[in-house]
């Protein structure tokens, strides 16, 4: 069974850290390489918007503008994980944070981390 477990939010104070993290199990190393994964969020009262996503190879990332120099996704293809590093962390950064993956048109969803940047 395809599973995505994202890990990692929790409380910081703002212009701090946090790495999120996302486990794809239930696939090989070979066929989770083989997947598009990208990040989401999803604030109170406001749609789901895309944060980063990385491609099968690692060769092309992008990121919503509002993130840009500040989050970093990567991925490790033997560990069958991609990761969000946050930095400068501001307030409209709250939100749950939601791992996909992505295969020949097929999306599966992770059950979501809370990330609170508060003071």
């Known amino acids: 069974q395809v599973q995505l477990v994202e890990s990692g939010g929790g409380l910081v104070q703002p212009g701090g850290s946090l790495r999120l993290s996302c486990l794809l199990s239930g696939v090989s190393r070979f066929i989770f390489s083989s997947y598009g994964m990208s990040w989401y969020r999803q604030a109170p009262g406001k749609e789901r918007e895309l944060v980063a996503r990385?491609?099968?190879?690692?060769?092309?990332?992008d990121y919503v503008d509002s993130v840009k120099g500040r989050f970093t996704i990567s991925r490790d293809n033997v560990k069958n994980t991609v990761y969000l590093q946050m930095n400068s962390l501001k307030p409209d950064d709250t939100a749950v944070y939601y791992c996909?993956?992505?295969?020949?048109?097929?999306?599966?969803w992770g059950q979501g981390t809370q990330v609170t940047v508060s003071s």
């Open positions: 990385i491609t099968a190879d690692s060769s092309n990332k």
């Open positions: 996909k993956a992505c295969r020949y048109g097929q999306g599966t």
